[in-house]
Each structure stands twice: as C-alpha cells, then as structure tokens.
C-alpha cells in the first residue's frame, strides 16, 4: 500500500473504534458528496417490559482527512489548524449546511512525520499515534471560479 493508503486506513480504524466504543454505528455508504461515514445511534425503548434497540434518523456524516504532523500549521493559542483542503471538498460541506441535510462533519487526523510511530504494538496494548480535529462549518465560501 502507498503512505497515502494507510493514512487512510489507520484514520477509518480511528474512527471505527471510537464511534464503537461510544456506542454509534458506522455505515460506509455510496461515494456521495463527500461522505466517508454517517454515523447513528439506537433509540431504546421498552415496550410490555422488554427493551427493544432501533435503530434513530437521526445521523451526521463525516468526511475524512489523513495527513502528517509537516503538512499543517497549528497555532494552539489562536485555535488555528492551516490545512490545505481542496475547494470542492469545503464546498461539500458548506452546501450541505444550507441545504437543511445531515450535518457534515471535517475530521483531520494527523499523525507523526516518522512513520515508525504510526502505530506502537506491546504485549498488553496498541498505540495509534494520531490527532484529530473536528471541523463544523459556520459560514459560506466565496470563491472565484475561472
């Protein structure tokens, strides 16, 4: 696989474990409008004293993106991530926004330049080293289209 691949791969398995571990569940749909994840959750509901799990309509989806520590620039006290994300992929989650659907959700993972620190294996536990941030969009992109 290319660096590039496993990026990828390492951030869906970020993912993965999170959303189960917080109970939600991951659907991978069709390559739509930028979507890499919805996410759900079950409504529980009891009914003549037995508890039933469906599943709610309510969801986000999330688009995902993978890069190393050298791509971006973090100013931690002016809470600013500089991140070169193409235009059609912002514009993916603006248009979203007005449009009334599913929140659409940015999420950033970045990982150590050295590689060999992706991911650690000991006896007893496993070490993805990633950081991830989270993007919901506020306002509206003007861009000039040539």
């Excluded at 993916?92 to 926004?97: A, G, S």
């Excluded at 941030?133 to 306002?139: H, I």
Aim: aromatic share 8%; with cysteine; charged share 30%.
């Amino acid at each position: 696989m290319t660096r590039d691949q496993i990026k990828e791969k390492l951030q869906n398995n970020l993912i993965n474990t999170i959303s189960s571990v917080k109970g939600f569940k991951l659907c991978k749909p069709d390559d739509t409008g930028g979507v890499d994840f919805s996410v759900f959750y079950d409504k529980k509901r009891t009914i003549n004293g037995k508890t039933r799990y469906t599943q709610s309509s309510e969801y986000i989806d999330l688009q995902l993106k993978s890069t190393e520590e050298r791509v971006v620039e973090i100013n931690s006290q002016k809470k600013i991530i500089k991140y070169d994300l193409e235009i059609k992929n912002y514009n993916d989650l603006i248009v979203r926004k007005q449009e009334g659907n599913a929140p659409l959700i940015l999420i950033l993972s970045i990982l150590p330049d050295d590689k060999t620190k992706w991911v650690q294996v000991g006896k007893t536990n496993l070490i993805l080293s990633q950081t991830a941030y989270w993007y919901v969009p506020e306002s509206i992109n003007i861009s000039k289209n040539d």
